[in-house]
């Protein structure tokens, strides 16, 4: 039974943050770039997106988790701001290598 319920959690967090991130990266394509070294580019592909994909899973499974405590504090919102969206924005918008 817990399995089961983690499993639907993380499908559904999962779910959610695509559903977030790709409006977010047709923005993308409209952001400012300038060059980033090799080693910078690197090390954003390699460590930096895949902890940031990380952080936005773990925050929308933490933002389903206390969404009855946020709805009635009236924050849902803020919450979900904080915990989906800036994680992916950093992740899915930013061009690679910039920091």
Do not use: C, H
């Amino acid at each position: 039974m817990k399995t089961l319920l983690l499993r639907n959690a993380l499908f559904g967090g999962l779910a959610t943050a695509l559903l977030v991130a790709s409006p977010l990266a047709g923005a993308a394509s409209n952001a400012r770039y300038d060059d980033a070294s090799f080693e910078t580019m690197l090390v954003d592909g390699v460590l930096v997106r895949p902890l940031g994909i990380g952080a936005t899973i773990l925050g929308t499974a933490a933002w389903i988790i206390t969404l009855p405590f946020s709805a009635l504090g009236g924050n849902a919102g803020d919450a979900a701001q904080q915990l989906i969206v800036k994680p992916a924005r950093f992740t899915f918008t930013r061009p690679l290598g910039e920091f």
